[in-house]
T-cell receptor, first 111, second 114 residues
Framework: TQLLEQSPQFLSIQEGENLTVYCNSS?????LQWYRQEPGEGPVLLVT?????EVKKLKRLTFQFGDARKDSSLHITAAQPGDTGLYLC???????????FGGGTRLMVKP | NAGVTQTPKFQVLKTGQSMTLQCAQD?????MSWYRQDPGMGLRLIHY???????DQGEVPNGYNVSRSTTEDFPLRLLSAAPSQTSVYFC?????????????FGPGTRLLVL
């Protein structure tokens, strides 16, 4: 079974601060995705990283895929209250039929 | 397009009761899947289907049945509900030939089994 561990599980910060969320595994994934989920809703895809060492930016969010394609990080610069939510990473197996999700990081950004 | 729809939004069952969670998509996606979400465990794949008439087991299939008679619908059946099946259930769909990048999730069904 492929496992993805996310850290931290909970994060409460003030508006304007920077933060990094980590997603680690001992398994290699063909791609890795980051989702954001709001209460009462399904996850919404933020980004997919495919190549080892790849860095993608989405406004104030920076996503990185580890060189060995086993880990990933999400960095948020100058966090805003609108960034509050549950962030999930998910690794794709080589067959493309299954996503393995991490346990999630619950972020709260206080104004 | 309505995207992925799920009904009901909430359901309370007694142990041993049966029920069907409905999922429908209007995007003509071939690939559909069911996940359950429990606190601290992310989402876990229950069953998936790569097209009408084809289903397969995911990571946690025990206690659940699925069928795929049409492209649009992918119901999830609990034949004899147990408290361990208390969870939030999400249905998702995407084009079979596309990457996971185009996967869409429904709004979820919150199930409580007493």
């Amino acid at each position: 079974t492929q496992l993805l561990e996310q850290s931290p599980q909970f994060l409460s910060i003030q508006e304007g601060e920077n933060l990094t969320v980590y997603c680690n595994s001992s398994s290699v994934f063909s791609s890795l995705q980051w989702y954001r989920q709001e209460p009462g809703e399904g996850p919404v895809l933020l980004v997919t990283v495919v190549t080892g060492g790849e860095v993608k930016k989405l406004k104030r969010l920076t996503f990185q895929f580890g060189d060995a394609r086993k880990d990933s990080s999400l960095h948020i610069t100058a966090a805003q209250p609108g960034d509050t939510g549950l962030y999930l990473c998910a690794g794709d197996n080589n067959a493309g039929n299954m996503l393995t999700f991490g346990g999630g990081t619950r972020l709260m950004v206080k104004p | 397009n309505a995207g992925v729809t799920q009904t009901p939004k909430f359901q309370v069952l007694k142990t041993g009761q049966s029920m069907t969670l409905q999922c429908a998509q209007d995007m003509n996606h071939e690939y559909m899947s069911w996940y359950r979400q429990d606190p601290g465990m992310g989402l876990r794949l229950i069953h998936y289907s790569v097209g009408a008439g084809i289903t397969d087991q995911g990571e946690v299939p025990n206690g659940y049945n699925v069928s795929r008679s049409t492209t649009e619908d992918f119901p999830l059946r609990l034949l004899s509900a147990a408290p361990s099946q208390t969870s939030v259930y999400f249905c998702a769909s995407r084009d079979r030939g596309a990457s996971q990048e185009t996967q869409y999730f429904g709004p979820g069904t919150r199930l409580l089994v007493l």
